[in-house]
Protein backbone atom coordinates (compact mmCIF):
# COMPACT_ATOMS: atom_id res chain seq x y z
CA UNK A 1 0.00 0.00 0.00
CA UNK A 2 0.99 3.88 -0.51
CA UNK A 3 2.09 5.57 2.26
CA UNK A 4 -0.32 7.50 2.34
CA UNK A 5 -3.01 5.01 2.48
CA UNK A 6 -1.10 3.50 5.23
CA UNK A 7 -1.00 6.83 7.46
CA UNK A 8 -4.53 7.26 6.41
CA UNK A 9 -5.86 3.76 7.82
CA UNK A 10 -3.59 3.66 10.88
CA UNK A 11 -4.93 7.38 11.63
CA UNK A 12 -8.58 6.14 11.04
CA UNK A 13 -7.88 2.93 12.88
CA UNK A 14 -6.57 5.24 15.89
CA UNK A 15 -9.80 6.11 17.17
CA UNK A 16 -10.62 4.78 20.28
CA UNK A 17 -14.16 3.71 19.87
CA UNK A 18 -15.93 6.49 21.62
CA UNK A 19 -14.03 8.85 19.90
CA UNK A 20 -15.13 7.33 16.94
CA UNK A 21 -18.96 7.79 18.06
CA UNK A 22 -18.26 11.45 18.54
CA UNK A 23 -17.01 11.74 15.19
CA UNK A 24 -19.77 10.04 13.75
CA UNK A 25 -22.41 11.83 15.58
CA UNK A 26 -21.07 15.13 14.87
CA UNK A 27 -20.89 13.65 10.75
CA UNK A 28 -24.49 13.28 11.33
CA UNK A 29 -25.69 16.60 12.77
CA UNK A 30 -28.83 18.05 10.60
CA UNK A 31 -29.97 21.92 10.23
CA UNK A 32 -32.94 22.77 8.15
CA UNK A 33 -33.85 19.17 7.76
CA UNK A 34 -29.88 18.26 5.99
CA UNK A 35 -26.78 17.10 6.90
CA UNK A 36 -25.01 20.09 8.18
CA UNK A 37 -21.69 19.49 7.48
CA UNK A 38 -19.84 18.17 4.40
CA UNK A 39 -18.24 15.09 3.91
CA UNK A 40 -14.89 16.82 2.94
CA UNK A 41 -15.53 19.28 6.37
CA UNK A 42 -15.61 15.73 8.58
CA UNK A 43 -12.61 14.56 6.84
CA UNK A 44 -10.36 17.58 7.90
CA UNK A 45 -11.74 17.52 11.60
CA UNK A 46 -11.05 13.74 11.61
CA UNK A 47 -7.02 14.81 10.43
CA UNK A 48 -6.80 17.99 12.58
CA UNK A 49 -7.75 16.34 15.68
CA UNK A 50 -6.04 12.98 14.87
CA UNK A 51 -3.02 14.53 13.74
CA UNK A 52 -3.44 17.00 17.28
CA UNK A 53 -3.36 20.09 14.94
CA UNK A 54 -6.37 21.62 16.46
CA UNK A 55 -4.28 24.78 18.47
CA UNK A 56 -4.20 27.50 15.37
CA UNK A 57 -8.34 26.69 14.44
CA UNK A 58 -9.23 26.69 17.94
CA UNK A 59 -7.63 30.27 18.46
CA UNK A 60 -9.71 31.26 15.27
CA UNK A 61 -12.33 29.57 17.08
CA UNK A 62 -12.31 31.51 20.08
CA UNK A 63 -12.05 35.22 18.05
CA UNK A 64 -15.36 33.81 16.05
CA UNK A 65 -17.12 33.08 19.28
CA UNK A 66 -16.71 36.52 20.79
CA UNK A 67 -17.82 38.16 16.81
CA UNK A 68 -20.77 35.75 16.68
CA UNK A 69 -22.03 36.57 20.33
CA UNK A 70 -22.58 40.17 18.98
CA UNK A 71 -25.48 39.14 17.09
CA UNK A 72 -28.89 39.19 17.84
CA UNK A 73 -29.29 36.02 20.02
CA UNK A 74 -25.40 35.39 20.48
CA UNK A 75 -22.90 32.81 19.35
CA UNK A 76 -25.06 30.24 20.20
CA UNK A 77 -27.92 31.25 17.69
CA UNK A 78 -25.33 32.30 14.81
CA UNK A 79 -23.63 28.70 14.85
CA UNK A 80 -26.74 26.36 15.76
CA UNK A 81 -29.67 28.61 13.64
CA UNK A 82 -27.78 30.04 10.47
CA UNK A 83 -27.94 26.51 8.59
CA UNK A 84 -25.93 23.91 7.01
CA UNK A 85 -22.56 24.82 7.48
CA UNK A 86 -21.99 26.96 4.62
CA UNK A 87 -19.61 30.41 3.74
CA UNK A 88 -23.07 31.62 2.20
CA UNK A 89 -25.02 30.98 4.99
CA UNK A 90 -22.79 32.54 7.77
CA UNK A 91 -22.48 35.40 5.60
CA UNK A 92 -26.25 35.73 5.36
CA UNK A 93 -26.94 35.02 9.02
CA UNK A 94 -24.25 37.94 9.86
CA UNK A 95 -25.94 40.44 7.34
CA UNK A 96 -29.49 40.26 9.00
CA UNK A 97 -28.32 39.78 12.92
CA UNK A 98 -24.85 41.33 13.82
CA UNK A 99 -25.18 44.46 15.58
CA UNK A 100 -22.18 46.12 15.89
CA UNK A 101 -21.31 45.95 19.42
CA UNK A 102 -17.91 45.19 21.15
CA UNK A 103 -15.43 46.55 18.44
CA UNK A 104 -17.05 44.20 16.03
CA UNK A 105 -16.89 44.88 12.42
CA UNK A 106 -18.96 42.50 9.46
CA UNK A 107 -16.98 43.09 6.55
CA UNK A 108 -17.54 41.86 2.91
CA UNK A 109 -15.08 38.61 3.76
CA UNK A 110 -15.83 38.41 7.43
CA UNK A 111 -15.74 39.19 10.84
CA UNK A 112 -12.81 42.06 12.12
CA UNK A 113 -12.52 42.29 16.10
CA UNK A 114 -10.64 44.99 17.30
CA UNK A 115 -8.89 44.76 20.89
CA UNK A 116 -7.05 47.03 23.52
CA UNK A 117 -4.08 44.78 22.18
CA UNK A 118 -4.65 43.89 18.98
CA UNK A 119 -6.72 43.12 15.72
CA UNK A 120 -8.34 40.19 14.16
CA UNK A 121 -10.25 38.57 11.63
CA UNK A 122 -11.85 35.73 10.31
CA UNK A 123 -13.34 34.68 7.04
CA UNK A 124 -16.80 33.25 6.09
CA UNK A 125 -14.97 30.79 3.95
CA UNK A 126 -13.26 29.48 7.51
CA UNK A 127 -16.26 29.31 9.26
CA UNK A 128 -17.97 26.15 8.17
CA UNK A 129 -14.30 24.28 9.88
CA UNK A 130 -14.43 26.48 12.61
CA UNK A 131 -18.46 26.11 12.71
CA UNK A 132 -17.62 21.37 13.07
CA UNK A 133 -14.81 22.13 15.81
CA UNK A 134 -17.49 23.69 18.03
CA UNK A 135 -19.94 20.67 17.46
CA UNK A 136 -16.57 18.45 18.16
CA UNK A 137 -16.46 20.59 21.27
CA UNK A 138 -19.94 20.05 22.34
CA UNK A 139 -20.24 16.13 22.04
CA UNK A 140 -16.01 15.68 23.55
CA UNK A 141 -15.35 18.09 26.64
CA UNK A 142 -19.10 19.12 26.92
CA UNK A 143 -21.34 21.94 25.80
CA UNK A 144 -20.62 23.38 29.96
CA UNK A 145 -16.69 23.34 29.44
CA UNK A 146 -17.58 25.24 26.26
CA UNK A 147 -20.23 27.85 28.07
CA UNK A 148 -17.76 28.70 30.34
CA UNK A 149 -15.00 29.44 28.04
CA UNK A 150 -17.33 31.38 25.77
CA UNK A 151 -18.31 33.19 29.09
CA UNK A 152 -14.54 34.76 29.25
CA UNK A 153 -14.21 35.65 25.33
CA UNK A 154 -17.77 37.23 25.56
CA UNK A 155 -16.86 39.92 28.15
CA UNK A 156 -16.65 43.50 27.25
CA UNK A 157 -13.20 44.16 28.76
CA UNK A 158 -11.83 40.93 26.87
CA UNK A 159 -8.01 41.29 25.07
CA UNK A 160 -6.23 39.60 22.41
CA UNK A 161 -4.25 37.94 24.99
CA UNK A 162 -7.37 36.52 26.81
CA UNK A 163 -8.72 35.04 24.01
CA UNK A 164 -5.69 33.48 23.02
CA UNK A 165 -5.56 32.02 27.01
CA UNK A 166 -9.17 30.50 26.47
CA UNK A 167 -7.78 28.90 23.00
CA UNK A 168 -5.16 27.34 25.13
CA UNK A 169 -7.28 26.15 27.68
CA UNK A 170 -9.61 24.91 25.59
CA UNK A 171 -6.84 23.39 23.72
CA UNK A 172 -6.24 21.49 26.91
CA UNK A 173 -9.43 20.06 27.51
CA UNK A 174 -8.98 18.08 24.22
CA UNK A 175 -5.54 16.90 25.50
CA UNK A 176 -7.17 15.58 28.21
CA UNK A 177 -10.03 13.77 26.49
CA UNK A 178 -7.52 12.57 23.56
CA UNK A 179 -5.07 11.19 25.90
CA UNK A 180 -7.25 7.67 26.61
CA UNK A 181 -8.77 7.84 23.46
CA UNK A 182 -5.99 8.37 21.01
CA UNK A 183 -2.65 6.96 20.40
CA UNK A 184 -0.15 9.64 21.58
CA UNK A 185 1.54 12.61 19.33
CA UNK A 186 4.97 11.10 19.85
CA UNK A 187 3.87 7.30 18.37
CA UNK A 188 2.12 8.82 15.94
CA UNK A 189 5.27 10.96 14.63
CA UNK A 190 7.22 7.52 14.47
CA UNK A 191 4.95 5.47 12.83
CA UNK A 192 5.24 8.11 9.67
CA UNK A 193 9.05 7.79 9.69
CA UNK A 194 8.73 4.31 9.64
CA UNK A 195 6.11 4.63 6.79
CA UNK A 196 8.55 6.76 4.96
CA UNK A 197 11.55 4.44 5.45
CA UNK A 198 9.10 1.47 4.51
CA UNK A 199 7.96 3.32 1.14
CA UNK A 200 11.60 3.63 0.07
CA UNK A 201 12.44 0.34 0.95
CA UNK A 202 9.61 -1.68 -0.76
CA UNK A 203 6.20 -2.43 0.36
CA UNK A 204 4.58 -0.89 3.22
CA UNK A 205 2.74 -3.53 5.37
CA UNK A 206 3.31 -5.58 8.53
CA UNK A 207 4.78 -8.85 6.17
CA UNK A 208 7.22 -6.54 4.58
CA UNK A 209 9.06 -6.00 8.14
CA UNK A 210 11.90 -8.00 8.69
CA UNK A 211 15.23 -8.54 10.89
CA UNK A 212 17.12 -6.91 8.17
CA UNK A 213 15.08 -4.10 7.53
CA UNK A 214 14.73 -3.49 11.37
CA UNK A 215 18.71 -3.06 11.65
CA UNK A 216 19.21 -1.35 8.53
CA UNK A 217 16.48 1.53 10.20
CA UNK A 218 18.67 1.78 13.64
CA UNK A 219 21.79 2.12 11.49
CA UNK A 220 20.32 5.10 10.11
CA UNK A 221 18.44 6.63 12.02
CA UNK A 222 20.81 6.10 15.44
CA UNK A 223 22.99 8.37 14.94
CA UNK A 224 21.53 11.12 13.16
CA UNK A 225 20.31 14.36 15.35
CA UNK A 226 16.82 14.28 14.18
CA UNK A 227 16.49 10.37 13.28
CA UNK A 228 13.78 10.72 16.61
CA UNK A 229 13.89 8.82 19.73
CA UNK A 230 15.49 5.56 17.92
CA UNK A 231 19.10 6.19 19.55
CA UNK A 232 18.75 2.43 21.05
CA UNK A 233 18.09 -0.62 19.30
CA UNK A 234 15.49 -2.00 21.86
CA UNK A 235 13.41 1.39 20.95
CA UNK A 236 13.72 0.55 17.31
CA UNK A 237 13.01 -3.05 17.76
CA UNK A 238 9.69 -1.85 19.70
CA UNK A 239 8.40 0.51 17.40
CA UNK A 240 8.40 -1.52 14.78
CA UNK A 241 6.48 -4.12 16.84
CA UNK A 242 3.77 -1.03 17.43
CA UNK A 243 3.86 -0.47 14.22
CA UNK A 244 3.18 -3.97 12.61
CA UNK A 245 0.52 -4.43 15.59
CA UNK A 246 -0.96 -0.81 14.64
CA UNK A 247 -0.93 -1.74 10.75
CA UNK A 248 -2.69 -4.89 11.25
CA UNK A 249 -5.69 -3.75 12.93
CA UNK A 250 -5.71 -1.02 10.37
CA UNK A 251 -6.13 -3.09 8.04
CA UNK A 252 -8.20 -5.27 9.56
CA UNK A 253 -10.38 -2.63 10.54
CA UNK A 254 -10.61 -1.24 7.00
CA UNK A 255 -11.94 -4.84 6.04
CA UNK A 256 -14.52 -4.43 8.80
CA UNK A 257 -15.66 -1.36 7.78
CA UNK A 258 -15.83 -2.35 3.81
CA UNK A 259 -17.18 -5.60 4.08
CA UNK A 260 -19.29 -7.07 0.93
CA UNK A 261 -22.62 -9.45 1.01
CA UNK A 262 -22.23 -13.14 0.22
CA UNK A 263 -24.09 -14.00 -2.75
CA UNK A 264 -23.49 -14.71 -6.61
CA UNK A 265 -24.10 -10.98 -7.52
CA UNK A 266 -20.68 -9.34 -8.78
CA UNK A 267 -22.21 -6.82 -10.68
CA UNK A 268 -23.16 -5.32 -7.23
CA UNK A 269 -20.30 -6.48 -5.11
CA UNK A 270 -21.37 -9.74 -3.65
CA UNK A 271 -18.88 -11.99 -2.86
CA UNK A 272 -18.33 -15.79 -3.59
CA UNK A 273 -17.85 -17.65 -0.17
CA UNK A 274 -15.30 -20.12 -1.89
CA UNK A 275 -13.19 -16.93 -2.58
CA UNK A 276 -12.78 -16.51 0.91
CA UNK A 277 -9.69 -18.11 3.20
CA UNK A 278 -10.68 -18.39 6.76
CA UNK A 279 -8.38 -18.50 9.47
CA UNK A 280 -9.45 -20.12 12.48
CA UNK A 281 -6.16 -19.36 14.36
CA UNK A 282 -7.68 -18.49 18.32
CA UNK A 283 -7.60 -15.31 19.26
CA UNK A 284 -5.04 -14.14 22.15
CA UNK A 285 -5.59 -12.11 25.25
CA UNK A 286 -3.56 -8.89 25.02
CA UNK A 287 -3.26 -9.02 28.83
CA UNK A 288 0.63 -9.70 29.40
CA UNK A 289 0.80 -12.86 31.25
CA UNK A 290 4.38 -11.09 33.26
CA UNK A 291 1.92 -8.66 34.82
CA UNK A 292 -0.70 -10.93 36.11
CA UNK A 293 2.16 -12.72 38.02
CA UNK A 294 3.41 -9.75 39.26
CA UNK A 295 -0.54 -9.04 40.64
CA UNK A 296 -2.78 -9.95 43.18
CA UNK A 297 -3.16 -12.82 44.23
CA UNK A 298 -0.48 -14.63 41.82
CA UNK A 299 2.20 -12.32 43.29
CA UNK A 300 1.46 -14.04 46.78
CA UNK A 301 3.55 -17.09 44.98
CA UNK A 302 7.08 -16.14 43.97
CA UNK A 303 7.04 -18.48 40.69
CA UNK A 304 9.65 -16.16 39.13
CA UNK A 305 12.79 -14.02 40.34
CA UNK A 306 12.37 -10.54 39.43
CA UNK A 307 15.61 -11.31 37.01
CA UNK A 308 13.87 -14.28 35.98
CA UNK A 309 11.17 -11.71 34.71
CA UNK A 310 13.15 -9.32 33.28
CA UNK A 311 14.53 -12.32 31.03
CA UNK A 312 11.51 -12.88 29.60
CA UNK A 313 10.13 -9.31 28.84
CA UNK A 314 11.03 -8.82 25.65
CA UNK A 315 10.40 -12.20 24.47
CA UNK A 316 6.52 -11.93 26.23
CA UNK A 317 6.50 -8.42 25.36
CA UNK A 318 6.69 -9.20 21.29
CA UNK A 319 4.13 -11.72 21.55
CA UNK A 320 3.58 -13.82 18.29
CA UNK A 321 5.57 -11.00 16.13
CA UNK A 322 8.75 -12.65 17.57
CA UNK A 323 8.58 -15.70 15.88
CA UNK A 324 8.63 -13.23 12.21
CA UNK A 325 11.83 -11.54 13.88
CA UNK A 326 13.50 -13.78 15.71
CA UNK A 327 17.14 -12.51 15.22
CA UNK A 328 15.45 -8.90 16.01
CA UNK A 329 14.48 -10.43 19.32
CA UNK A 330 18.26 -12.21 19.85
CA UNK A 331 19.95 -8.73 18.74
CA UNK A 332 17.97 -6.83 21.49
CA UNK A 333 18.78 -9.10 24.37
CA UNK A 334 22.15 -9.27 23.27
CA UNK A 335 23.26 -5.61 22.07
CA UNK A 336 20.62 -3.68 23.93
CA UNK A 337 21.68 -5.34 27.15
CA UNK A 338 25.20 -3.54 25.98
CA UNK A 339 24.00 -0.78 24.49
CA UNK A 340 22.18 -0.08 28.49
CA UNK A 341 25.82 -0.30 29.97
CA UNK A 342 27.00 2.25 27.47
CA UNK A 343 24.16 4.72 28.64
CA UNK A 344 24.92 4.28 32.13
CA UNK A 345 28.55 4.96 31.54
CA UNK A 346 27.53 8.09 29.75
CA UNK A 347 25.64 9.60 33.25
CA UNK A 348 28.90 8.97 35.08
CA UNK A 349 30.57 11.55 32.33
CA UNK A 350 33.67 9.28 31.37
CA UNK A 351 36.56 10.24 29.00
CA UNK A 352 36.49 9.00 25.82
CA UNK A 353 39.12 6.59 25.85
CA UNK A 354 37.31 5.03 29.08
CA UNK A 355 34.09 5.16 27.21
CA UNK A 356 35.54 3.43 24.09
CA UNK A 357 37.15 0.81 26.31
CA UNK A 358 33.57 0.40 27.32
CA UNK A 359 32.25 0.03 24.17
CA UNK A 360 34.47 -2.68 22.89
CA UNK A 361 34.26 -4.37 26.04
CA UNK A 362 29.88 -4.01 26.40
CA UNK A 363 28.97 -7.37 24.91
CA UNK A 364 28.79 -9.84 27.34
CA UNK A 365 26.26 -12.64 26.10
CA UNK A 366 26.41 -14.67 22.72
CA UNK A 367 23.29 -15.61 20.55
CA UNK A 368 24.31 -18.71 21.98
CA UNK A 369 24.27 -18.08 25.23
CA UNK A 370 21.37 -16.52 24.79
CA UNK A 371 19.47 -19.17 23.67
CA UNK A 372 20.97 -21.64 26.36
CA UNK A 373 19.47 -18.65 29.00
CA UNK A 374 15.69 -18.96 27.42
CA UNK A 375 16.43 -23.03 27.08
CA UNK A 376 17.11 -22.91 31.21
CA UNK A 377 13.73 -20.78 31.58
CA UNK A 378 12.05 -22.52 29.67
CA UNK A 379 13.23 -25.82 31.72
CA UNK A 380 12.77 -23.71 35.16
CA UNK A 381 8.75 -22.93 33.78
CA UNK A 382 7.94 -26.63 33.23
CA UNK A 383 9.18 -26.99 37.12
CA UNK A 384 6.86 -24.41 38.02
CA UNK A 385 4.16 -25.59 36.21
CA UNK A 386 4.36 -29.27 37.69
CA UNK A 387 4.78 -27.68 41.16
CA UNK A 388 1.84 -25.94 40.73
CA UNK A 389 -0.20 -28.92 39.93
CA UNK A 390 1.32 -30.93 43.33
CA UNK A 391 -0.13 -27.57 45.19
CA UNK A 392 -3.39 -27.75 43.42
CA UNK A 393 -3.75 -31.12 43.74
CA UNK A 394 -3.22 -31.18 47.64
CA UNK A 395 -5.18 -28.01 47.90
CA UNK A 396 -8.13 -29.69 46.04
CA UNK A 397 -8.58 -27.28 43.65
CA UNK A 398 -10.37 -27.82 40.27
CA UNK A 399 -7.06 -25.89 38.47
CA UNK A 400 -5.24 -28.69 38.76
CA UNK A 401 -6.74 -30.95 36.36
CA UNK A 402 -6.21 -28.45 33.60
CA UNK A 403 -2.58 -28.92 34.08
CA UNK A 404 -1.81 -32.40 32.86
CA UNK A 405 -4.15 -31.87 29.83
CA UNK A 406 -2.04 -29.04 29.45
CA UNK A 407 1.11 -30.72 29.96
CA UNK A 408 0.75 -33.98 29.28
CA UNK A 409 -2.43 -34.48 26.39
CA UNK A 410 -1.39 -37.69 25.97
CA UNK A 411 -1.37 -39.30 29.03
CA UNK A 412 -3.82 -42.60 29.79
CA UNK A 413 -6.42 -41.65 32.02
CA UNK A 414 -8.50 -44.80 31.64
CA UNK A 415 -6.84 -46.32 34.93
CA UNK A 416 -8.21 -43.42 36.79
CA UNK A 417 -11.82 -44.66 35.95
CA UNK A 418 -11.58 -47.95 38.27
CA UNK A 419 -11.73 -45.39 41.50
CA UNK A 420 -14.26 -43.23 40.36
CA UNK A 421 -17.89 -44.29 40.55
CA UNK A 422 -20.71 -42.65 37.48
CA UNK A 423 -18.40 -42.40 35.15
CA UNK A 424 -19.18 -42.46 31.26
CA UNK A 425 -16.79 -43.87 28.69
CA UNK A 426 -16.34 -41.31 26.02
CA UNK A 427 -13.64 -43.23 23.67
CA UNK A 428 -10.66 -44.74 23.80
CA UNK A 429 -8.84 -42.59 26.43
CA UNK A 430 -11.30 -39.96 27.46
CA UNK A 431 -13.73 -40.37 31.30
CA UNK A 432 -15.74 -38.31 31.83
CA UNK A 433 -15.80 -37.08 35.17
CA UNK A 434 -19.37 -35.76 35.00
CA UNK A 435 -20.69 -33.12 37.30
CA UNK A 436 -21.51 -35.31 40.47
CA UNK A 437 -18.58 -34.63 42.45
CA UNK A 438 -16.24 -36.15 40.49
CA UNK A 439 -14.06 -33.28 40.50
CA UNK A 440 -13.33 -33.38 44.09
CA UNK A 441 -13.32 -37.34 44.05
CA UNK A 442 -10.51 -37.38 41.03
CA UNK A 443 -8.52 -34.89 43.07
CA UNK A 444 -8.45 -37.20 46.47
CA UNK A 445 -7.20 -40.25 43.85
CA UNK A 446 -4.47 -37.76 42.69
CA UNK A 447 -3.40 -37.22 46.29
CA UNK A 448 -3.47 -40.79 47.05
CA UNK A 449 -0.50 -41.64 45.18
CA UNK A 450 -0.46 -45.62 45.78
CA UNK A 451 -3.94 -45.69 43.99
CA UNK A 452 -1.89 -44.88 40.77
CA UNK A 453 -0.15 -46.62 37.64
CA UNK A 454 1.63 -46.03 34.92
CA UNK A 455 2.84 -42.28 33.41
CA UNK A 456 0.08 -40.87 35.28
CA UNK A 457 1.46 -41.90 38.42
CA UNK A 458 4.96 -40.91 37.57
CA UNK A 459 3.07 -37.32 35.99
CA UNK A 460 2.05 -37.19 39.70
CA UNK A 461 5.61 -38.10 41.46
CA UNK A 462 7.73 -35.52 38.84
CA UNK A 463 5.15 -32.57 40.12
CA UNK A 464 5.71 -33.13 43.59
CA UNK A 465 9.53 -33.57 43.23
CA UNK A 466 9.09 -30.03 41.56
CA UNK A 467 7.36 -28.70 44.34
CA UNK A 468 9.80 -30.34 46.83
CA UNK A 469 12.70 -29.00 44.55
CA UNK A 470 11.88 -25.14 44.95
CA UNK A 471 12.61 -23.26 47.84
CA UNK A 472 10.67 -20.30 46.93
CA UNK A 473 7.71 -18.97 48.80
CA UNK A 474 4.78 -19.85 48.24
CA UNK A 475 6.73 -24.02 47.48
CA UNK A 476 6.50 -25.28 51.03
CA UNK A 477 3.88 -27.71 52.42
CA UNK A 478 3.29 -25.36 55.17
CA UNK A 479 2.56 -22.03 52.41
CA UNK A 480 -0.22 -24.04 51.39
CA UNK A 481 -2.15 -23.59 54.73
CA UNK A 482 -2.64 -20.18 54.15
CA UNK A 483 -5.46 -18.96 52.13
CA UNK A 484 -3.82 -16.30 49.91
CA UNK A 485 -1.09 -18.42 48.15
CA UNK A 486 -4.10 -21.02 47.44
CA UNK A 487 -5.27 -18.23 45.58
CA UNK A 488 -2.28 -17.43 44.38
CA UNK A 489 -1.49 -20.76 42.14
CA UNK A 490 -5.43 -20.67 41.32
CA UNK A 491 -4.80 -16.99 39.34
CA UNK A 492 -1.16 -18.05 38.06
CA UNK A 493 -2.55 -21.03 36.12
CA UNK A 494 -3.46 -19.23 32.79
CA UNK A 495 -0.25 -16.89 32.43
CA UNK A 496 2.51 -19.61 33.30
CA UNK A 497 1.13 -21.18 30.24
CA UNK A 498 0.77 -18.27 28.28
CA UNK A 499 4.77 -17.19 29.36
CA UNK A 500 5.23 -21.08 28.21
CA UNK A 501 3.79 -20.69 24.66
CA UNK A 502 5.81 -17.86 24.52
CA UNK A 503 9.30 -19.83 25.53
CA UNK A 504 8.21 -22.60 22.96
CA UNK A 505 7.00 -20.66 20.01
CA UNK A 506 10.22 -18.59 20.35
CA UNK A 507 12.47 -21.77 20.60
CA UNK A 508 10.62 -24.35 18.12
CA UNK A 509 11.40 -20.97 15.39
CA UNK A 510 15.06 -20.81 16.24
CA UNK A 511 15.38 -24.58 15.69
CA UNK A 512 13.55 -24.09 12.26
CA UNK A 513 16.07 -22.04 10.84
CA UNK A 514 18.51 -25.46 10.93
CA UNK A 515 21.24 -22.63 11.54
CA UNK A 516 24.62 -25.61 13.04
CA UNK A 517 26.14 -23.60 16.37
CA UNK A 518 29.04 -22.29 13.84
CA UNK A 519 26.37 -20.48 11.91
CA UNK A 520 25.30 -18.74 14.78
CA UNK A 521 28.55 -18.41 15.71
CA UNK A 522 29.64 -16.26 12.40
CA UNK A 523 26.05 -14.39 12.73
CA UNK A 524 27.36 -13.33 16.39
CA UNK A 525 30.46 -12.37 15.53
CA UNK A 526 29.32 -9.87 11.96
CA UNK A 527 26.74 -8.45 14.13
CA UNK A 528 29.15 -7.69 16.83
CA UNK A 529 31.15 -5.82 14.78
CA UNK A 530 28.51 -3.89 13.26
CA UNK A 531 26.68 -2.90 16.41
CA UNK A 532 30.16 -1.97 18.31
CA UNK A 533 30.79 0.23 14.97
CA UNK A 534 27.61 2.14 15.66
CA UNK A 535 28.10 2.54 19.07
CA UNK A 536 31.30 4.19 18.79
CA UNK A 537 29.72 6.79 16.26
CA UNK A 538 26.38 7.17 18.45
CA UNK A 539 28.42 7.94 21.67
CA UNK A 540 31.34 10.01 19.66
CA UNK A 541 34.17 7.38 21.01
CA UNK A 542 35.67 8.00 17.62
CA UNK A 543 35.96 11.87 18.17
Not at 329 to 345: C, D, M
Not at 358 to 385: A, K, N, P, W
Request: glycine residues 6%; charged residues 25%.
Amino acid sequence: MSAAVAESMLLDADKSPELANVFRVVADAESDGVVKFSPGLCRELVRTVVCRVYAPPLMELCHLIRAADTCDGGYCAFFWDSGPARPAAFRSYAARSQTGRGNVNNTKSGFELTYPDGKFAVTFGRMPFLSILMEFLVSSIGFQALDDAASALCKADATAKSVSDTAKYLASQIYAYLKPNLTSAQNQRKFRQLITFLGREGEIAPEAVNDDLVLAFWVANAAVEDGGDFKTFRSVFAAFLRFMEALTAARDHAALENTRSLGPDRISGEVDPGDIEIDFEPIEATENPLERLATAPADEVRFLTKAEARSLELLVDSGALAVRLPLSVLRSEVFGAAQARITQGLRRHLAADSMAALIDDSVSLTYGETRERFEMLTGHLQRVILASFHALAELGRPEAMTIPLELKPELDYRPLATHLTAETQLGDNVVSLGDHGLTARFLMVIATTEALTGPFRDFVEEAKAAFDGLSRRGFRSADLAETEIAEGYAAACTPLFAIRKCLNRFGRRLDGTGMSAAEWETRFDKDRALFLRQFHLIYGADA
